[in-house]
């Protein structure tokens, strides 16, 4: 499906600064490097710059190490500018050779034959995929493989919420909205709530959005995978629990710009109460405030909900490019990154669930946080049902520009949900 209009510029502006970064000058993808006989193979992501400094570098050294004459150069950056590199990469043509993927992307690319059907390259390579935890797959294909996994829990600052006399962590939305007005009421300079709704980066729809619905077992599709927001009881309800911490200025200034990075530092910085967020973070936090005390849990549910708490999550998924040179090689690092052992250890990195079924991670008898989080993961399901839709970042996006028009009091909860509605319909 064709992109919008709108989004020419943007993919234009990428390409530029693709091309700045020398990720463009690499049609087939890597390149042989010079009078040596070695490969290189360009590796994009954004995961190096959310893991502790140096380990993701040693895992590629030690898989160049124990396949010689294969040389990993890392691209690394956040993950909006990875994604928007991508974006460009693949319209020209020049995606590198192997890419960090999010699920939300994978449609796109599969369907622009920018990514490598991995079920094919797999075959070929002799592989067996049955310690694989998951595969995303379009049209029966495997075109991502999740390497970890993340849940996206609760977090609060435990000093913020007891100064403000919340004694416990909210289970319910009424706890929850009780808890962040009280926050906020305890300083201008504070917020009860982080809610990125940035259009450049739409992942809060599914993150800080959605999540509400998914948290107590709802869902924003029919049965058969069809959009279904009008007359949606779960969905609606979730829109205007929102909507009331909205008009009660409970939620970060500058929500309609912010991303995912911007919600993060306003956290660990101490400027919000609660947030909604990626275990991922859990480092990045600790390391740019040692002295916050912070905590976790899974997302409130409706008064009176019972059942399993959906669990928003996202995976740090890899595939390759579908105009690279040097499939083969490619796989050969897919292969080491989903290994028992390696996996493991970047496991343990990342703080996140492995996606090989035989890896084991140290950290859930070490943290206190991560161990809450696998609990939490194992008493939840896992809820994300953006993941593999058409144009899904569009479909974000639609929500929320509708979104942010019934925030800003320009239209009711029905005329948002119809134009979102009448919107998704026509992308599928």
């Not at 943007?10 to 087939?28: I, R, T």
């Not at 996994?149 to 319910?172: D, H, I, K, R």
Request: charged letters at 20%; proline letters at 5%.
């Amino acid at each position: 499906m064709e992109l919008r209009r709108r989004e020419f510029g943007k993919m234009a502006a990428a390409a530029s600064a693709l091309a700045a970064l020398g990720l463009a000058g690499c049609a087939g993808g890597g390149s042989e490097g010079e009078g040596d006989g070695d490969v290189t193979l360009e590796f994009t992501q954004w995961w190096e710059p959310e893991l502790p400094e140096g380990t993701f570098r040693a895992l590629m050294d030690q898989f160049e190490r124990e396949n010689p004459g294969i040389k990993v150069k890392l691209l690394s950056g956040p993950y909006a500018s990875t994604k928007e590199q991508l974006v460009a990469g693949a319209a020209a043509r020049t995606m590198p050779d192997i890419v960090g993927l999010d699920g939300a992307w994978v449609s796109d690319f599969a369907k622009q034959g920018a990514i490598a059907d991995l079920t094919a390259l797999m075959a070929e390579q002799g592989y067996d995929d049955s310690e694989l935890a998951s595969q995303i797959k379009i049209d029966g294909a495997t075109y991502m493989i999740p390497v970890v996994n993340f849940v996206y829990p609760m977090f609060a600052n435990m000093g913020l919420l007891e100064s403000a006399g919340v004694t416990q962590m909210p289970s319910t939305r009424e706890e929850f909205e009780e808890a962040a007005k009280a926050v906020a009421a305890t300083s201008s300079d504070v917020s009860g709530w982080a809610l990125p709704l940035s259009l450049e980066a739409p992942n809060g729809a599914q993150n800080d959005i959605m999540s509400w619905v998914w948290a107590s077992g709802g869902s924003m599709l029919t049965d058969d995978g069809k959009p279904n927001l009008v007359g949606n009881n779960d969905v609606k309800s979730a829109c205007e629990f929102i909507k009331r911490l909205w008009d009660a200025d409970v939620v970060s200034p500058g929500a309609f710009t912010m991303k995912e990075q911007d919600k993060v530092e306003d956290f660990t910085n101490g400027r919000v109460g609660l947030m909604i967020d990626s275990l991922a973070h859990v480092h990045t936090i600790r390391e740019g405030n040692p002295d916050l005390a912070f905590d976790i849990s899974a997302l409130p549910a409706v008064a009176g909900y019972s059942g399993e708490r959906g669990m928003p999550y996202a995976s740090w998924g890899i595939g390759v490019s579908g105009s690279t040179d040097h499939p083969a090689e490619a796989w050969k690092l897919v292969q080491f990154l989903m290994s028992a052992e390696v996996n493991a250890s970047l496991s343990n990195d990342a703080k996140a669930f492995p996606g090989n079924t035989a890896a084991t991670p140290d950290y859930v008898n070490s943290d206190e946080v991560l161990k809450k989080a696998f609990e939490i993961w194992s008493a939840g399901t896992p809820a994300n049902e953006f993941v593999g839709l058409p144009v899904s970042e569009t479909l974000m996006r639609d929500f929320e520009e509708q979104f942010q028009a019934y925030l800003s009091g320009d239209i009711d909860v029905d005329t948002m949900l119809s134009n979102t509605q009448q919107a998704w319909d026509e992308a599928f």
